[in-house]
T-cell receptor
Framework: GAVVSQHPSWVICKSGTSVKIECRSL??????MFWYRQFPKQSLMLMAT?????????EQGVEKDKFLINHASLTLSTLTVTSAHPEDSSFYIC?????????????FGSGTRLTVV | QKEVEQDPGPLSVPEGAIVSLNCTYS??????FMWYRQYSRKGPELLMY????GNKEDGRFTAQVDKSSKYISLFIRDSQPSDSATYLC??????????FGQGTRLTINP
């Protein structure tokens, strides 16, 4: 089946620095990828939809200048958390849609736990 | 009102029990429904999916949608300790946006 690789799985950074998270579709091409944020014991909240070759679409309330998304190829999307602060500490998960499997073809990465100290 | 509501639990049952997990949703236009399983510190994995109303069975798992009451259910028969995880219901909103319930944390006790 479809595989999505997310890297790194965990990262600790100092307040004020930037962190980049990569999301790759390994065996399929993904024109659209999704970035979610999940706080402890809470659900996944969609942050933005990443479109290959064009600008990402951000959900209401998500700062696009803080969470930079780049989707430069059909298999890679990146999320950069800029000037990170402790309140950005969270579990970030990406998802890619495999159109070969229709409306259910959403495969998730294993997530990145970000801790800002 | 949230688009998808799910009791977060936690839910703890003995091994072998039948587990019933449920969600309600607000928009009658939703047509695609999914259940994901998420282990601790991992991404969700698709468990079951259904289109419109009806039942779907896969081994020990049964997904059920009742569109008249806007109710989604997942049943697990002969539950195993390895089924211990968080279960998230999701609906497809529009062409590509998934909206998730809060997730129910399930523990199966040996």
């Amino acid at each position: 089946g479809a595989v999505v690789s997310q890297h790194p799985s965990w990262v600790i950074c100092k307040s004020g620095t930037s962190v980049k998270i990569e999301c790759r579709s390994l065996d399929f091409q993904a024109t659209t990828m999704f970035w979610y944020r999940q706080f402890p014991k809470q659900s996944l909240m969609l942050m933005a939809t990443s479109n290959e070759g064009s600008k990402a679409t951000y959900e209401q309330g998500v700062e696009k200048d803080k969470f930079l998304i780049n989707h430069a190829s059909l298999t890679l999307s990146t999320l950069t958390v800029t000037s990170a602060h402790p309140e950005d500490s969270s579990f970030y998960i990406c998802s890619a849609r495999d159109l070969r499997t229709g409306n259910y073809g959403y495969t998730f990465g294993s997530g990145t736990r970000l801790t800002v100290v | 009102q949230k688009e998808v509501e799910q009791d977060p639990g936690p839910l703890s049952v003995p091994e072998g029990a039948i587990v019933s997990l449920n969600c309600t949703y607000s928009n009658s236009a939703f047509q695609y429904f999914m259940w994901y399983r998420q282990y601790s510190r991992k991404g969700p994995e698709l468990l079951m999916y259904t289109y419109s109303s009806g039942n779907k069975e896969d081994g020990r798992f049964t997904a059920q949608v009742d569109k008249s009451s806007k109710y989604i259910s997942l049943f697990i028969r002969d539950s195993q300790p390895s089924d211990s995880a968080t279960y998230l219901c999701a609906v497809l909103q529009g062409a590509q946006k998934l909206v998730f319930g809060q997730g129910t944390r399930l523990t199966i006790n040996p």
